[in-house]
Nanobody, 127 residues
Framework: QVQLVESGGGLVQPGGSLRLSCAAS??????????IGWFRQAPGKEREGVSS????????NYADSVKGRFTISRDNAKNTVYLQMNSLKPEDTAVYYC??????????????????WGQGTQVTVSS
């Protein structure tokens, strides 16, 4: 049974940092066959792509709103993908989801291009 489990969310003050983790299990193929994306969804808004990373980790993509502040990385030996979030802003508040795509999207891609999803982790940026 394929599972993606996010962790690391929480409440942080503006300017603070969090590191999200996405732990994968149950994949028939090695995780490096899959591109991984991070998406977020704020109340009343559509789910939007934040960042993605290729299976090998050699290619990364970022939304303009997080460039220079967020860094995506992966450790395929640990079946885990990370999203380091620095200089957090109140507008970063959302539920963050990781997702896996067998066919690597162009750029971050749309939600429809991802095959597996985690349950999400809440990130709240507030003073």
């Amino acid at each position: 049974q394929v599972q993606l489990v996010e962790s690391g969310g929480g409440l942080v003050q503006p300017g603070g940092s969090l590191r999200l983790s996405c732990a994968a299990s149950g994949f028939t193929l090695d995780l490096d066959y899959f591109a991984i994306g991070w998406f977020r969804q704020a109340p009343g808004k559509e789910r939007e792509g934040v960042s993605s990373i290729s299976g090998s980790g050699g290619s990364t993509n970022y939304a303009d709103s997080v460039k220079g502040r967020f860094t995506i990385s992966r450790d395929n030996a640990k079946n885990t993908v990370y999203l380091q979030m620095n200089s957090l802003k109140p507008e970063d508040t959302a539920v963050y989801y990781c997702a896996a795509a067998f066919f690597e999207p162009r750029g971050i891609g749309s939600v429809y291009e991802y095959d597996y999803w985690g349950q999400g982790t809440q990130v709240t940026v507030s003073s």
